[in-house]
């Protein structure tokens, strides 16, 4: 299970950049719109300090970590929702995403063209929020009638909550809040499910600073008062591509250390993705192999077995769970585990947590 995240936002601000930055790749990165226009797709390892440990500990014959699937989606422009510049296909590759990371343009640089001639994170955002928005408004518009017809010739049909539902949408999108702003109930949510509405899905802001503003902007506090400052991550787009052409791990800890900075800005673009798709991690070691598998938070226990092998949430009878920090602590010795009453036996309901290490038990 590789959830996908796509890379939005307005032509030239840095999404191939980072994209490139992301995979050590090729996607083309070029000073005019649309040079992008099949969306480019990777799946990228989720670096995880965790597993590195369990693995020094426990010295697996293999280590295998989660992945993410990042899309870079061609810029979108102002009337994309009405088809301009390839907007109808566009929008289709962002409903095609779990999540969205939303590239904004926080830098300043004549060399590099910019689609409406001036530097504005604010509105460069909200022309791309808007167009989500009105591509939402178009689909709940153009079902209504039906869904209203066949609620209509049928006062018990189970689509009632459906309609109700999207003659909400209908008004708050017109009033310009998105779907997942809403306060739905869960069998609201369940009804628009099928729609696969774009501004339904969770929005990481990514500010694309210019090299000597990595600690940001004027501009980067404007976006993160508008949106709140954990839904913004600072990032120089043009940092991140000189990171990735250097491939010793000492020169990139010296790079980042006189930059002052304890992490990659595309590690902390991963994590920030992980999150942001309401992810947790938990760990395997069988047959030798250490693995790290995602789940979303709050699968329970039959389920995360589901995730390695069918049989083993078919015929599930129970877990053995210990955390990631009590293993360490008794350096990977499983019977200190049982002495110390860290190893916990956990049935059916059990919800597995970040950074639990399970052996699956099943008939």
Not at 134 to 160: C, H, I, M
Request: glycine share 8%.
């Amino acid at each position: 299970m590789s959830l996908s995240t796509g890379i939005i936002g307005l032509p030239n601000v840095g999404k191939s950049t980072l994209f490139n930055a992301l995979t050590r790749g090729q996607a083309e990165a070029s000073n005019y719109p649309f040079c992008t226009i099949e969306p480019n797709v990777a799946i990228v390892d989720v670096p995880d300090d965790r597993l590195v440990q369990l693995g020094r500990l426990l010295s697996p014959s293999s280590s295998t970590s989660t992945t993410i699937q990042f899309t870079d989606i061609a810029g979108l422009v102002r009337g994309a929702s009405k088809g301009e510049g390839r907007g109808n296909q566009f929008l289709a590759d962002v409903r095609d995403t779990d999540a969205l990371l939303h590239v904004v343009r926080c830098f300043d640089d004549a060399s590099v063209s910019h689609v409406d001639g001036t530097l504005d994170p604010l509105r460069d955002m909200d022309v791309i929020t808007s167009e989500l928005l009105l591509a939402d408004l178009e689909v709940v518009e153009r079902n209504l009638p039906t869904l209203d017809k066949v609620v209509r010739s049928d006062p018990q049909s189970d689509r009632g909550v459906e309609l109700h539902a999207l003659q909400r949408v209908q008004a708050e999108l017109s009033e310009g809040v998105a779907v997942y702003d809403l306060d739905l109930a869960s069998d609201e949510s369940d009804a628009l499910r099928g729609y696969n509405l774009l501004s339904s899905k969770p929005i990481l802001v990514i500010a694309n600073v210019a090299e000597s503003d990595g600690a940001g902007t004027e501009a980067v506090e404007r976006l993160r008062q508008r949106v709140g400052e954990g839904n913004v991550l600072v990032i120089s787009a043009q940092i991140e591509a000189e990171l990735a052409q250097l491939d010793d791990a000492e020169e990139v800890a010296a790079f980042l250390d006189e930059l002052g900075l304890a992490a990659s800005g595309v590690e902390r673009l991963i994590h920030g993705a992980y999150a942001l798709l309401d992810l947790i991690t938990f760990y395997t070691l069988a047959n030798d192999k250490l693995q790290a598998w995602q789940l979303p938070r709050g699968t329970h226990a039959p389920q995360a077995g589901g995730r390695i092998h069918t049989d083993m949430e078919a015929g599930f009878i129970r877990a053995e769970v210990a955390s990631v920090a009590d293993v360490v602590e008794v350096e990977g010795h499983w019977p200190s585990l049982r002495e110390r009453g860290k190893l916990r036996t956990e049935g059916r309901d059990y919800e597995v947590a970040d950074g639990d290490v399970v052996t699956f038990l099943f008939r």
